[in-house]
């Protein structure tokens, strides 16, 4: 698929989203399978024809993979909870559909589509005209007694940490409210994790004992990760033919979601080379 920007522009693609108007068929970003909806991993090829193009999309951790997981399955048990059924569904209803971050619209203003030559985000192409709704949840109002707040469902982004301020809150982020849920998050250690203890001593009887002990109170007791760094934090790649290669590697899109910035006009392709499973 081929896409071009006027000037400097920033933009979105959703792979699923162009495949779709491109091939006439439903594509999706997740796969059901065993009652859950898994987030496919659309494997890309990107290639700049002119022009320098700034990438960003989302980390294949498992933080993003079961964040979109239990989204599916909370939107399951939201409609469970109205009495209705997925066999109550249209087709593309039974789909669901993430928005990237709190800056990607539902409408077209702000999204790139294949096919239209010489135009900025939103200007036409392969399905740009169609309606295409993201899926949204609907909850209590947590602020307003018998309210409700029916919000879209957005990957990246960090939510209220006051259920009252929800409300003002753009969207519902995925990856956040799966970290909030987890209730498992291990903050760094602040206290030595084994004492010194007379028992070391006179097992070892050597001096290194205490050495060691101390070696260990601070050595690796950590996770080398940080959860919190999914919320907001992109992956990045560049694409140039201007400076540096013109052709990407092959790289990992989760649910076909993809930010993209020029600093002047840029033509570019995007090939989908594989479908995975995350």
């Known amino acids: 698929m081929q896409y071009s920007g006027i000037g400097a522009e920033t933009g979105y693609i959703d792979l699923a989203r162009n495949l779709s108007a491109v091939n006439a068929k439903s594509i999706t970003q997740t796969k059901r399978r065993k009652g859950k909806y898994r987030p ?16 960003q999309s989302l980390n294949c951790g498992y933080p993003t993979r079961n964040a979109v997981v239990l989204a599916g399955h909370a939107r399951d048990e939201m409609l469970k909870s109205a009495g209705i059924s997925r066999s109550n ?39 740009a005209g169609l ?3 993201y899926t949204a949840l609907t909850i209590e109002d ?3 007694a018998g309210a409700t707040l029916t919000k879209p469902m957005m990957m990246l982004g960090e939510q209220a940490a006051d259920s009252n301020d929800w409300e003002d809150d753009d969207g519902f982020f ?27 001593w006179a ?13 260990i109170d601070d050595e690796q007791d950590e996770k080398p990760y940080d ?20 052709t990407s590697g ?4 989760p649910l076909g979601l993809l930010k993209l910035s020029h600093l002047a006009t840029a033509v570019w392709e995007i090939e989908v080379v594989g479908v995975t499973e995350l």
């Open 40 to 55: 496919l991993g659309y494997l890309v090829r990107i290639r700049a024809l002119t022009g320098t193009l700034t990438i």
């Open 89 to 127: 569904l249209e087709s593309y209803q039974k789909e669901l559909r993430f928005l990237y971050d709190a800056d990607m619209a539902a409408a077209t203003a702000d999204s790139y589509f294949p096919g239209a030559t010489d135009q900025g985000p939103g200007n036409g192409g392969w399905g």
């Open 131 to 133: 309606t295409y709704d």
């Open 142 to 144: 947590p602020d307003t």
């Open 174 to 200: 995925v990856i956040s409210n799966w970290l909030n849920w987890r209730h498992s998050f291990t903050p760094a250690a602040s206290d030595d994790d084994i004492a010194n203890n007379v028992f070391s």
């Open 203 to 215: 097992i070892q009887q050597s001096d290194t004992a205490e050495a060691i002990i101390n070696r």
């Open 227 to 246: 959860l919190t760094e999914f919320i907001d934090t992109p992956i990045n790649t560049v694409v140039s033919t201007e400076v540096g290669n013109p």
């Open 250 to 253: 092959i790289i990992c899109v």
